[in-house]
């Protein structure tokens, strides 16, 4: 058997054999102009001066492959973003794959094209990589991990840098990743109607930084598992400050809180692969925000809240008559396994 006459991976190709130097072949070339290692034990990359930024993450989504993405595309999302949100320029991914003996072969083509595609988009490389092959039912399909790094050529974006009166903006709307998932996986039907937001976003980090002064965004972060809640109550713990947003100013797309509503969720505590919330001067928010939705990742993007004056931490959220109500933490995972 080779890998050409296999239709899934089978446990061979985690031999470290024939088969698995196949498949590895494979994986480079489907990589193409994606991937600069040079197939030795460690890669050796330049990096500009100064300081570096490096991130990892794992990814277990659930289903791996959906309408209009995979694991693929959201483990170099997710990566990339995580470097962008710092104000690091990324450069390089690190591949790291688990993938379970029956796997179709074209669906593990599928997932490193988009790995490829999506590299290509944020101009970012694959310089090393791994892949693990276990028995049946050891894993679920396919698990991803990445590891990035990147490079400062500004001052890093951090939470200290929040102050009271901030505003904060959502570059797009909110619970689309997780409805879309849910409703392949549960049959709700909504998949054609709500795709998933999944992006690599430092393109658009790179124009708004570029296009507004430096300190006018404080801080921020990609607003992934745990929500929007979970991004809001970190930093009202970091600045001791409460962070107040309004209701009726959430961007969520209309079939999404129709879904959200029948499932008892609410959007605030959904995950998302290609939103940004931002702590963002007041002086600047109007520079900001036209920066964002000149962008084709932030044209939603719109003023939620704002960081209070008085003292203490918590998360509140305001009704059009103007009551507030704490929003308090989750204590556990509502919705596993979407990124």
Known sequence: ??????????????????????????????????????????????????????????????????????????AVCGTVNDLAVVGARPLYLTLGMIIEAGLPMERLRQVVTSVRDTALEAGVHVVCGDTKVVGRGEADKIFLNTAGVGVFEREPLRMRHVRPGDRVVLSGPIGNHTVHLLSIREGLGFETRVLSDCAPLNGMVDELLAAVPAGAVRSMRDVTRGGLAAVLHEYAAAVGR???????????????????????????????EGCLALFVDPAAEADVLAALRAHRYGGHAVTIGEVGTDEGAGVFSRAEDGTAARVDELLGAELPRLC
């Open 242 to 272: 409460p962070v107040r947003f309004d209701q009726a100013a959430l961007p969520v797309q209309f079939e999404t809180r129709m879904a959200t509503d029948m499932l008892g969720i609410d959007p605030i505590h959904t995950a998302n």
């Open 1 to 74: 058997m080779t890998l050409a006459t296999s239709a899934e991976v089978v446990l061979d190709h985690g031999t470290g054999a024939k088969l698995s130097q196949e498949l590895i072949g494979e994986i480079v070339d489907l990589l193409g102009e994606a991937y600069l290692g040079e197939m030795e034990d460690s890669a050796t990359l330049p990096l500009p001066g100064g300081r570096i930024a490096m991130t990892t993450d794992s990814f277990v989504v659930d289903p791996p492959f959906f309408g209009n993405g995979d694991i693929g595309k959201i």
